[in-house]
């Protein structure tokens, strides 16, 4: 396996911590930058995550020029505080309304290319305790430095908070090392020099979010992966060490429904791409087992595996923002930047 | 002269618009731990966000507390000192992650004294928004090694390496705004030990328990009499001790402190306290040590002191009511080095000292205001002809 990717396009967040190089860069280029927040009950975190970012990349060095959110229908106060706090607020179902209905972070992810304007779009989870600008800035300034490079991720050292007010130093990142690392060392090695795969952070030009499809669930950070590495290779794509992140710890449970939808999205690349044939159907259930009053019982959660396609392919998307005759050349360009 | 009264009220509406930058502040240096005698993290934080707002001079001093500087227009005035302490109870490994809500900010520390700290390392831009310049230095210092143990020795360190006379000092608290702090206690903080040993000796019949013979230190100082005048009190703070609840207590540990603003009388009350000790130790056959981990003396301004007097003026421009009462912090360094000091806080919150500490935003401008009225008032000449009483 050749492994100059990650010696050439790897980068630690202080390489870019000299702002006025990015908003000089930024200006030069005529770029616009939209900040994403996908939220589902958010209230905690929220408030934090835009204060900083508004404070630090808008207000004092104009970097982003919006910061949304996305929620899919929070009940508690996420979307009042989240406008409070200056930030456009969005509800998913109310984007693209005519659209059949779906939940989750792809799904939001996905809509926020209709309603955001920026040439480059940040997403990044709303649940980062630890939120620091240079989440946003470090995976905005390889794509604004660098020609070549149209997708940045990040990856960091995950401490979890355990209980109520401690932190445990290391932890976390379970189902990348037990789900994601063994498939990409099976069926695509390059890909395994990305450290994070699935890390919640991430940047890149709307030229290929518009032009890839989207999962609707947790499948979501897979696929866009694959998609673009098939595309327009791994050339295109550079990480950025964030240092730490801090994040909620989720229970074995959750991570193996997460598993579920993850191993479902690779599966189906691999469909699609014609580098596997399945004889029989997959299902769409993850069961697991509780124990009640000494009987196991099953708990059977469906993970559709729903998926958008491409933003482009959306008519009222190419309505808003460029007519179809446009299109060709802008995806040349990527290709040739990569040459 | 007073012109800068007026200006208080526009001012607050001009802090509000600089809410976010404001609140950042906060949480990034608040969110660092910073227990006693290990600030350096949050040092790091503090010097790289004065940097980051351009003050003229970024730097630590030899006990490195860390310091900005920026240059007023008259070389020939004295600084005028801004001072907030970095350091805090909680230990590293507590969670020091903030949520804020529309107007609160809550989590470990942010009443003592991540707002502070962060309004601090604010002031510079808040300045360039106002337009403000001073015709002084502004020294903007975020002291170590402040609280228990820490016997404020970042301020004492601070002061007596600092080669130029002081104008005069503001020192900031997150909590209450509304507190005016002008005059300092004298007080002795102690800690005693008691250790009763493991072995089996022919002294001991019955095994003394450490936790029933700090219980008669304990009724023995509450027997004293303390004067009313000059005011005095015994505070018994901490206890710990013991290992599990069926077992008799080897080791306890009790922490008080001494307070009263006549030196003498600390120090009358510190020997009789010695004495009971003593007297314990000898009864029960038992290892008491009496350890003195902090000793301040009594300072004071007098109310009708000039820059009491205009703190009060800035207060009542803003509708705040003053608050006075003794303070051992910083204030009492200043003070008892002879410079006209006097200890603001910038806002109301709840649950002091908890994890789930709880301050609102809103009282956050107006505290900022009175911050700034008070050294505008300091710049204006108010403490260049006082002497301490």
């Known amino acids: 396996m050749n492994i100059s990717w990650i ?13 006025h190089r990015l908003v000089d860069e930024k200006q030069r280029k005529n770029l616009k930058i939209s900040l994403c927040l996908p939220t589902l009950n958010e209230e905690k975190t929220i408030a934090k995550e835009i204060l900083i970012m508004k404070s630090e990349l808008m207000t004092r060095y104009p970097i982003l020029d919006e910061i949304v959110v996305v929620d899919s229908g929070s009940t508690d106060k996420t979307r009042e505080i989240a406008s409070a706090y200056g930030a456009d607020v969005f509800e998913a179902e109310k984007i693209l309304p005519h659209l059949e209905k779906f939940k989750g972070k792809g799904e939001n992810l996905w809509k926020a290319l209709y309603i955001t304007k920026g040439d480059i779009i940040v997403y ?7 939120i620091h600008h240079r989440f946003a800035y470090a995976l905005l300034g390889p794509l604004i430095l660098y020609d070549n490079i149209k997708y940045v991720k990040a990856f960091y050292d995950r401490p979890i908070a355990i209980g109520k007010n401690k932190i445990r130093p290391t932890g976390g990142g379970r189902v990348t090392e037990l789900v994601i690392r063994p498939l990409f060392s099976l069926f695509f090695p390059e890909l395994t020099q990305i450290l994070q795969p699935l890390s919640g952070e991430y940047a890149g030009y709307r030229e290929l979010f518009e032009a890839i499809p989207f999962p609707i669930g947790y499948g979501i950070e897979t696929s866009m992966i694959l998609d673009i590495y098939e595309k327009w290779g791994l050339d295109v794509i550079a990480q950025v060490d964030l240092d730490k992140r801090i994040h909620r710890n989720r229970d074995t449970r959750a991570l193996g429904r997460m598993s579920f939808a993850i191993l479902q999205t690779f599966i189906n690349r691999k469909k699609k791409l014609g580098l596997v044939d399945y004889k029989e159907k997959l299902y769409s259930e993850m069961i697991q087992f509780n124990l009640v009053k000494n009987k196991f019982e099953p708990d059977i959660y469906e993970i559709k595996g729903h998926e958008r396609p491409p933003m482009i392919e959306i008519p009222a998307y190419q309505e808003k923002f460029k007519k179809p005759d446009d ?9 040739e930047a990569t040459l | 002269m007073d012109g800068y009264l007026d200006k208080l009220q526009g001012f607050v509406d001009t802090i509000r618009s600089m809410k976010e930058t404001i609140i950042t502040n906060i949480v990034l240096i608040g969110q660092v731990p910073a227990p006693t005698f290990n600030e350096k993290r949050r040092t790091s934080v503090f010097m790289e966000r004065l940097a980051e707002f351009q003050v003229d001079e970024c730097t630590t001093d030899g006990y490195r507390n860390p310091i900005g500087i920026i240059k007023g227009t008259r070389e020939s005035k004295p600084p005028i000192f801004v001072v907030a ?8 490994d507590v969670d020091h992650y903030y949520t804020i809500q529309e107007n609160s900010i809550t989590g470990v520390g942010i009443m003592d004294n991540s707002v502070g700290v962060g309004v601090l390392v604010s002031l510079p831009e808040i300045f360039r928004k106002l337009n403000l310049s001073f015709e002084s230095d502004i020294v903007l210092a975020g002291v170590i090694q402040s609280l228990g143990k820490g016997n404020l020795r970042g301020i004492r360190h601070l002061l007596k390496t600092w080669a130029t006379p002081i104008r005069g000092a ?6 209450e705004l509304g507190r005016l702090n002008y005059y300092a206690d004298g007080m002795i903080r102690c800690e005693v030990d008691c250790n009763i040993s493991t072995a089996d000796g022919w002294e001991h019949k019955f095994k003394p328990n450490a936790i029933l013979v700090l219980n008669e230190v304990i009724n023995q100082i509450l027997k004293l009499r303390l004067p009313q005048k000059p005011r005095s009190r015994v505070i018994i703070g901490k206890i710990s001790g013991g290992y599990k609840h069926g077992t008799i207590a080897y080791d306890a540990t ?18 009789s306290i010695k004495d009971i000790i003593e007297g314990t130790s000898h009864e029960y056959e038992v290892d008491l040590k009496l350890k003195t981990l902090s000793n301040i003396h009594a300072a004071k301004l007098t109310f009708n002191n000039p820059l009491v007097k205009k703190t009060v003026a800035v207060m009542k421009k803003l509708d705040l009511t003053p608050v006075s009462g003794p303070s051992e912090s910083e204030l009492s360094i200043l003070l008892s080095r002879n410079i006209p000091a006097v200890t603001l806080g910038i806002t109301h919150g709840d649950n002091y000292h908890q994890p789930n500490a709880t301050v609102e935003i809103e009282p956050i401008f107006k505290g900022i205001a009175q911050i700034i009225g008070v050294i505008m008032a300091i710049d204006s000449g108010v403490c260049d002809e006082h002497q301490l009483d």
């Open chain 2, 85 to 92: 302490h970095l350091d805090t109870i909680f230990g590293k």
């Open chain 2, 254 to 271: 009790l922490g008080f402190e001494i307070q009263s603003n006549s030196d003498k009388m600390v120090k009358s009350i510190f020997n």
């Open chain 1, 327 to 335: 299109l060709t050349p802008l995806h040349e360009n990527i290709v």
């Open chain 1, 7 to 19: 010696e050439k396009n790897t980068f630690h967040y202080s390489e870019f911590s000299d702002l």
């Open chain 1, 124 to 130: 990044l989870d709303a649940d980062i305790k630890n």
């Open chain 2, 170 to 175: 503001v020192c900031i608290e997150s909590a």
